[in-house]
């Protein structure tokens, strides 16, 4: 058979098929006798050829033939049937059979079901991000598939089956809506394309899509806490902290810490859902001013910032400048104290005139004023906040040497062998060396530790401070009082009393003997006794020394 040919055929059965079903088929009395067609209702995918059998119990049948839109083609034929194979089913349709018996009709008719299954099941694309509590409509799209009435579309959250709808259209639409959870995070949904033909003697198809996960977040509407400093200075680093919490899945959430337009690469550490970015900031002296600090948490491809002001300063100084540090007696010293800009300074309680302005004092250098503090105060105010800074300078003054006479007593009377102090002070820069010298033995006494005080110590000193600018001196006069005199003159006049005494006892004695004796001599040597002065030693010492 050619194609041309083929379609002359079909177009012929066409008509012959129409004039069969509007004028023939009411005369189809065929007494007795059927007409049977194998097989009945047929089920089939599409593209399939089909064997279409047409019996009939009629002993003496004509003309069996099949009415078909389909391309057909006669197998085999005999007595009482005739077997055909229909081509190229593609659609559902119906087929007649026919044939004339004894002069009447007979005619039997089949559905022919096709079947296919779906092209593709695809479920749509899910939101990057599904925020909790919100509600998710999942979209299932289905092309193909046939019949309609035996496929059903699934909707499914892991094996959890949401929703079941039969496929209407092309492409059929399945949807189904979910409350987004926090177990929702990484849930994989599918959608299922099920084509029943088990009422028709065949299984239930199955045709899935792809997977498709989702992600659920929870950001919450508070702005993340910021804690950062109001003001910092250039150079110095300080700690900037921002957390949020409430965030799920809080290892997803991002976090960004600037100073302006320097970003800062902040650690990063979680705990529950609480997630706490710190940086160290540190302020250059291009971003002196007015900056601002943002902290920003980003989740779910939405994000929550906090922002602070924060405000960059310098400060300067304060520099305190004496013209000189070492200087003379009676000589000029400026002092002048400076700082940066709007700074303002104070030196020794008086304040500049105006901020940024230096402060200056001059001082006539005195004794007084060696080892002198110059005390600057530098006062800088930042965003309300006041900031001190202290710097001190100290003066030296070269004067001296000098003995305060207060501070050295010039009489001194002192005993003999006992212990004393020479209290002397000298003053003067440099400080001068003192040494009190006796007048005629230019023998040292010690000054401010204790000696003893000897006799020969008496008479005048000469105390001598002494440094590179000079000597001064300062006359003392000590009195040593001879302490032995005094005890001499008692010792002998306990031994002129004992010996007095004595005396007596022993007069006593003689005259007692001769008056028992009635007589008595008189021994006028035995009654003088020697007196002998005694020397104490310590006279002795003393002519010595
Ligand atoms: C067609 O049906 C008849 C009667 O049932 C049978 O005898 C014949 O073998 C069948 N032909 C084919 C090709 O199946
Ligand atoms: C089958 O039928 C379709 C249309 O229904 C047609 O496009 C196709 O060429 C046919 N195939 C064959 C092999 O005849
Ligand atoms: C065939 O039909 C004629 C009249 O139409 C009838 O007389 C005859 O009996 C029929 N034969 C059979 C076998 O039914
Ligand atoms: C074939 O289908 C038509 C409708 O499409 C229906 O009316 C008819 O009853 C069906 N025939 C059989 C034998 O199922
Ligand atoms: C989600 O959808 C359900 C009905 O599908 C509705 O009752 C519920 O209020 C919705 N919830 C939200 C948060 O939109
Ligand atoms: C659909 O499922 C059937 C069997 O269930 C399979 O043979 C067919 O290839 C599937 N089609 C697609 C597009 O996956
Ligand atoms: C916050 O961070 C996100 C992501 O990094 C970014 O797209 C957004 O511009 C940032 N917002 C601000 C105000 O910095
Ligand atoms: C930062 O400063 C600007 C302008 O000075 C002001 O409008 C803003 O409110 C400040 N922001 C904060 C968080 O204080
Ligand atoms: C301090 O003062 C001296 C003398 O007035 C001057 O030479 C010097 O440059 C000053 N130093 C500073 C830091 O101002
Ligand atoms: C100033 O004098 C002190 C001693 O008083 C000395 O140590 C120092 O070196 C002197 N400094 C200068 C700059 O002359
Ligand atoms: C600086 O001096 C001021 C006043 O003398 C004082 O109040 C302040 O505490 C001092 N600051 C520092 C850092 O020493
Ligand atoms: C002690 O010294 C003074 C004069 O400094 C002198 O007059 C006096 O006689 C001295 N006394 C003795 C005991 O040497």
Not at 491 to 520: D, H, N, P
Request: net charge negative; with cysteine; proline share 7%.
């Amino acid at each position: 058979m050619t194609p041309s040919s083929l379609l002359l055929g079909a177009c012929r059965t066409l008509v012959i098929f129409q004039l069969l079903a509007c004028c023939l088929l009411p005369l189809g009395e065929a007494g007795q006798f059927s007409l049977q067609m194998e097989p009945q209702d047929p089920v089939l995918p599409a593209g399939r050829s089909l064997l279409v059998n047409c019996s009939t119990s009629c002993p003496h049948p004509e003309l069996i033939t099949l009415e078909t839109s389909l391309p057909k083609e006669v197998i085999d034929e005999d007595q009482g049937w005739a077997a055909f194979r229909l081509s190229n089913v593609t659609g559902d349709s119906k087929i007649i059979c026919s044939a004339f018996c004894n002069g009447s009709q007979m005619t039997s008719s089949s559905n022919i079901t096709v079947y296919r299954f779906p092209e593709l099941v695809e479920l749509d694309l899910l939101p990057r991000w599904q925020p909790v509590g919100e509600n998710l409509t999942l979209q299932c799209h289905v092309w193909g598939g046939a019949p309609r009435a035996q496929l059903t579309l699934v909707l499914l959250r892991g094996e959890e089956e949401l929703s079941r709808q039969p496929a209407v259209g092309e492409p059929a639409e399945g949807t189904a809506t979910v409350l987004a959870g926090r177990g929702d995070y990484g849930a994989k949904f599918t959608c299922r394309a099920e084509l029943d033909l088990r009422p028709r003697g065949l299984g239930l198809f199955q045709n899935t899509s792809a997977p498709r996960q989702l992600r659920t977040f929870v950001l919450p509407m508070a702005a993340p806490r910021l804690v950062a400093p109001l003001s910092l200075e250039v150079g110095t680093s300080w700690p900037v902290d921002c957390t949020l919490d409430g965030l799920f899945p809080v290892s997803e959430a991002q976090v960004q810490l600037a100073l302006g337009d320097q970003m800062l690469n902040p650690a990063v550490s979680i705990h529950g859902d609480t997630l706490r970015a710190t940086a160290t900031v540190i302020a250059r002296a291009d971003q002196e001013g007015a900056q601002e600090i943002v902290c920003n948490v980003t989740l779910g491809g939405e994000s929550r910032e906090a922002r602070a002001n924060l405000t960059v300063f310098t400060f300067l100084g304060p520099i305190l400048n004496l013209s000189e540090t070492n200087v003379t007696e009676g000589s000029k010293v400026n002092v002048s104290c400076t700082a940066g800009p709007r700074v303002q300074v104070m030196l020794d309680g008086d304040l500049a005139r105006a901020p940024g302005e230096p402060a200056q004092l001059q001082v006539t250098a005195t004794e007084g004023d060696d080892g002198r503090y110059f005390f600057c105060n530098a006062i800088l105010e930042v965003d309300g906040e006041i900031l001190h800074r202290n710097v001190t300078a100290q003066l030296r003054v070269l004067y001296g040497p000098k003995i305060d006479p207060a501070k050295c007593p010039q009489r001194l009377a002192w005993k003999d062998r006992t212990s004393h102090i020479l209290q002397c002070e000298a003053r003067g820069n440099p400080v001068p060396q003192l040494q009190c010298l006796h007048e005629g033995s230019r023998r040292e006494v010690p000054i401010g530790t204790p000696f003893l005080v000897k006799l020969h110590h008496n008479g005048t000193y000469h105390c001598q401070a002494v440094s590179p600018r000079g000597t001064y001196t300062l006359l003392v006069v000590m009195h040593v009082q001879d302490r032995n005199s005094f005890v001499v003159t008692i010792l002998i006049g306990v031994l002129v009393i004992l010996g007095v005494v004595t005396a007596i006892v022993a007069l006593m004695c003689i005259f007692g003997k001769q008056t028992r004796s009635g007589f008595y001599h008189v021994n006028q040597q035995d009654t003088s006794l020697p007196l002998r002065p005694v020397q104490p030693k310590e006279a002795v010492e003393l002519e010595q020394s």
